[in-house]
């Protein structure tokens, strides 16, 4: 089981909601079975991945939900030095490196880079193992 946070993009509602796995949730997603609760928007989508540690009580205190998601990105710029630390950025080749790894069973430190959905789709129907997480950009403040 999975937790996500949904938003609904219609009345900017936030809410969790469990799936059988990633798959499910995009199979959803796309054939528009997520509805918000509140207006029966179809426009929800995934935000950040939850922790399934999270507390499953309800607190819909708004500067609850803002130091929440305050604390998630800090993990998330955290996770993102560890990347930048430990990986090879390779921008917008990272499908053919990813394949390059994957095929030529070549050494390497791990990479990062940006990739379409499709490709996305295409590396794990090959078995090529890749995690998609959030990314922020860095702002200067
Ligand atoms: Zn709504």
Known sequence: MIKYKLVCKNCNLVFDSWFASS???ER???KNLL???NCNSIKVSK???APNTISKKKKSNNDYEIK????INKEIKKFQKFIKNNFNYVGENFA???RSIHYNKKKSKGIYGSVSKK?????K????SIESIPWIEKKDN
């Open 23 to 25: 798959n499910e949730y």
């Open 28 to 30: 959803l997603y796309k």
């Open 35 to 37: 509805k918000c609760h």
């Open 47 to 49: 935000t950040l991945m």
């Open 68 to 71: 929440k998601i305050k604390n």
């Open 96 to 98: 053919y490196e990813a």
């Open 119 to 123: 490709e996305i789709k295409e590396l």
């Open 125 to 128: 129907e090959e078995g090529i």
